[in-house]
């Protein structure tokens, strides 16, 4: 397969998903500046993922790609949930807030979710790509009909393995560096936390499917070296988030622009399951030793939402789900369409 010519991309570069941080807007302006833009929709309900297609559709006319949660659906833990929020009650106290009396699963799954299902079939992308796992064979044969070409996010070979045998056409090597959340299809499974280097490398090697390399890649230096492993694409997250065109805030911005940049943390404990953060006081308090285990995802998120608003609505900034990968003090704040132009120049600048 020809990634790029399939897609009538001129720049081997796929703009990460990025929930919750990732726009239409966005999406669009990488997708007009001839890369593959991304729409997150794990986040989001039927109605709403409906209308923030219709507003990328009303931008671009080109190929874009819509990407799922596929989690587990977590059950509800009465006692453990109480003691995380027992946990948690003193930090809302500091900000006149008390935690939610109960959590609420806030986010659902792809997995069965058949309103969510409607909502792709009908839009029939160029692209869907999954994170935590993968849908069912029913729906990767219809989307497979429609024409969607699916990208799977996998994180070692036996993850690959699983996603091949399911169909998938082509793998996102999810390297341990990148920020956002780790696209394990166990969370709790043992993680050999793979940087993007070796992963992309052993995947390619493997051989049965093309790989879109992800994870601390900022520039067209680090794009060229993931194509010189043999990956047919490199995706970046983190060197999207300071562009104008992101939900991010103002602390977000903030932060990644500062020396804390330098220092980011896998934790569990704002949203339930591993994911790369700029260290902040959410990321400091996760890494106490004596707090019970965070609820599952997207349970714990739950309470990790109420907490960041309540500290919010005092000043304090420090309790967001900042999401950065390792590679974030290359952050470089630009209009999207002005960041893809330079990534593109210096790709071509590291031709021999």
């Known amino acids: 397969m020809d990634f790029l010519a399939r897609l009538g991309l001129s720049i081997p570069l796929i703009q ?12 669009a302006e990488v997708c007009n500046a001839g890369a593959l ?27 874009f790609n819509l990407n799922l949660f596929v989690h587990k659906t977590p059950q ?9 929020l027992d946990a948690l009650a003193p930090i809302f106290a500091e900000y006149g807030a008390r935690p939610p009396s109960a959590l609420e699963t806030i986010y659902e799954s792809f997995a069965g979710n058949a309103g969510m299902r409607d909502v792709v079939m009908e ?9 935590f796992g993968l849908p069912d064979a029913a729906t990767i044969t219809a989307l497979k009909q429609a024409g969607c070409l699916l990208l799977g996010s996998v994180t070692s070979l036996a993850e690959a393995e699983l996603s091949h045998a399911a169909g998938m056409d082509i793998l996102i090597a999810q390297g341990w560096e990148a920020g956002g959340h780790r696209g394990m299809f166990d969370p709790d499974a043992a993680d050999d936390r793979l940087g993007t280097f ?37 995706q970046l997250g983190t060197a ?3 562009c104008p065109e992101t939900n991010a805030d103002a602390g977000y911005r903030a932060l990644l622009a500062s020396d804390a940049a330098c220092h980011t943390v896998m934790t569990r404990a704002i949203s339930g399951r591993p994911a790369r953060c700029l260290a902040n006081r959410f990321t400091h308090f996760g890494q106490r030793t004596d707090l019970p285990p965070a609820p599952a995802y997207p349970r714990a998120y739950d309470a990790g939402k109420a907490l960041n608003a309540a500290a919010k609505s005092h000043g304090e900034t420090l309790y967001g789900a900042q999401w950065a990968g390792q590679g974030a003090p290359l952050s470089r704040a630009m209009p999207a369409a002005e960041l893809v132009a330079r990534l593109a120049a210096e790709l071509a600048a590291t031709r021999p």
């Open 16 to 27: 990460a998903p990025m929930a919750g941080t990732s726009t239409p807007a966005l999406a």
């Open 37 to 63: 833009g991304s729409l997150a929709l794990g986040a989001l309900g039927p109605d709403e993922a409906r209308r923030q297609i219709a507003e990328l559709r009303g931008l671009t006319t080109r190929p």
């Open 76 to 84: 509800p833990d009465s006692k453990g949930e109480a003691a995380w």
């Open 123 to 131: 839009a029939k992308p160029a692209v869907v790509s999954f994170h």
């Open 198 to 234: 070796a992963l992309t490398r052993l995947l390619v090697r493997w051989g049965k499917l093309p790989v879109i390399a992800a994870g601390g890649i900022m520039d067209g230096a680090g794009m060229r070296a993931v194509l010189d492993l043999g990956a047919v694409a490199a």
């Open 240 to 242: 999207f988030v300071g």
